[in-house]
């Protein structure tokens, strides 16, 4: 059953505290995509990684989030340090290159109090 | 600036009716045009999708209106039932090729009732 695996699916932290994200794309996924989910925004792009390498991040705040990914299985999103307005639901999607589908975890809720 | 436009933010609709749900665009560059439709708890999935050298696509209950030159699309969803009540998007690509990042409109929240 191929799919997006994100951890953890909940997280609770206190304002100043270093979160990470982890997301798990579908084997042999070459492209992986975060987005934000608020009700005010709705989805949002974050930054998107081609073959590991970051080919978009217009859409994160640089001054406190970060995404990597340490090799083609795992993609993490690091926000430090964390803000109550950073409260929202963060998904990971994969997608193969030349293709059009993109597959989205379940997502993270972050709760920043 | 919001480059994907959708309305209505909410729609209630009786079983059986036929829910639509209207998108507007302003970028010419995109040439992929999606719906998502997202249950509470879950992540966003691909319902059906339109390339704009077409005007129309159906798959089963659900077809997708496009029009280019009006730089509009639109869901609709024939003898809709309870089991469709979820949140949709439609989303647009530009022309970069591959599985590039998707711009969403802000969603619809539709209801059906019994």
């Known amino acids: 059953d191929a799919r997006v695996t994100q951890t953890p699916r909940d997280k609770v932290t206190e304002m100043g505290q270093e979160v990470t994200m982890r997301c798990q794309p579908i084997?042999?996924?070459?492209?992986v995509f975060w987005y934000r989910q608020t009700m005010m925004q709705g989805l949002e792009l974050l930054a998107y990684f081609r073959n590991r390498a970051p080919l978009d991040d217009s859409g994160m705040p640089k001054d406190r989030f970060s995404a990597e990914m340490p090799d083609a299985t795992l993609a993490t999103l690091k926000i430090q340090p964390s803000e109550p307005r950073d409260s929202a639901v963060y998904f990971c999607?994969?997608?193969?290159?030349?293709?059009?589908?993109?597959?989205f975890g379940q997502g993270t809720r972050l709760t920043v109090v | 600036q919001q480059q994907v436009k959708q309305s209505p933010q909410s729609l209630i609709v009786q079983k059986g009716g036929i829910p639509i749900i209207n998108c507007a665009y302003e970028?010419?560059?995109?040439?992929?045009f999606p719906w998502y439709q997202q249950f509470p708890g879950k992540g966003p999935a691909l319902l059906i999708a339109i390339r704009p050298d077409v005007s129309e696509k159906k798959e089963g209950r659900f077809t997708i209106s496009f029009n280019k030159s009006a730089k509009q699309f639109s869901l609709h969803i024939m003898d809709s039932q309870p089991g469709d009540s979820a949140t949709y998007f439609c989303a647009a690509r530009g022309s970069g090729g591959g599985a590039d990042g998707l711009t969403f409109g802000k969603g619809t929240h539709l209801i059906i009732q019994p």
């Open positions: 970028n010419t560059a995109f040439d992929y």
């Open positions: 999607a994969s997608g193969l290159a030349g293709t059009t589908e993109a597959f």
């Open positions: 084997l042999g996924h070459n492209t």
